[in-house]
């Protein structure tokens, strides 16, 4: 069974290096195509967000007055807060950490058994004296372990993109999802940002700085020929994923 599973598995990363291998050959000397625009909404795997809401309350009016109890205010509002408006994200991020462990495990242990009377002199009539019946068994066992892990990560990413008002929440909270490509030669870098935000938390200016988005999704790579370079090759990852050592 393991032997059909990795033939298998042979078989179909075989199959996609050469469909991979086809478009890099067909793609020689050309620049990565960027992604058309598109909406969010109707892309492969797209699924709208369902999160816990609480009772809606109706908006009412004051007698005589121009207000009404869900305004924010009483000129026009230019920030997002429709499906379909534009909001600018700050994305900051500068996160370090740092880990050391240790382990050391050890153990041993001795057992020994011997044979006495007249097994005892059985053993010495036919062994000689190169055996002691004393301790005619013995066992010895040990067991030592050692190990050591470090972490040392430090990330730092700051830049900016706007993003797409994809859904209402019943609450008033807004999911936002945006993409950017920048080519630069024979290399694209995508910006991926997606989450949910609080209408108050967007700023006078249009703009929300990331760590105020929720189930935040930032994506931040690239490809093109430097991404290609970095990746290890098709066999060594099919023989990493099959190997048991």
Do not use: W
């Amino acid at each position: 069974m393991n032997i059909a599973k990795i033939a298998t598995i042979l078989t179909l990363a075989a199959a996609l290096a050469g469909c991979n291998t086809m478009d890099r050959l067909a793609n020689v000397g050309n620049a990565p195509v960027l992604t058309a625009i598109a909406d969010p909404t109707t892309t492969a795997g797209y699924q709208p967000v369902r999160m816990p809401m609480p009772e809606p309350i109706a908006d009412t009016y004051l007698p005589n007055s121009l207000y009404r109890t869900s305004a924010k205010g009483f000129f026009k509002d230019e920030r997002a807060h429709r499906i379909g408006d534009i909001v600018t994200v700050m994305v900051t991020i500068d996160d370090r950490a740092k880990i050391n462990n240790q382990t050391q495990r050890s153990r041993s242990s001795s057992n020994s058994a011997g044979m006495g009377g007249i097994f005892g002199t059985a053993v010495s009539n036919i062994a000689g004296p190169s055996i002691d019946p004393s301790a005619a068994i013995d066992f010895n066992s040990g067991l030592k372990d050692s190990g050591n892990g470090s972490v040392n990560r430090q990330e730092s990413l700051e830049t900016s993109v706007a993003a797409v008002v994809t859904q209402v929440l019943p609450n008033g909270n807004l999911v936002i999802e945006g993409r950017q490509e920048v080519r630069v030669n024979f290399e694209v870098r995508d910006l991926i940002v997606a989450g949910i935000v609080r209408p108050s938390d967007i700023q006078a200016n249009n703009t929300i700085p990331s760590s105020k988005i929720a189930e935040a999704r930032i994506s931040y790579g690239g490809r093109g020929q430097i991404t290609d370079v970095q990746q290890s090759r098709y066999g060594q990852q099919v023989m990493d994923a099959i190997l048991p050592f």
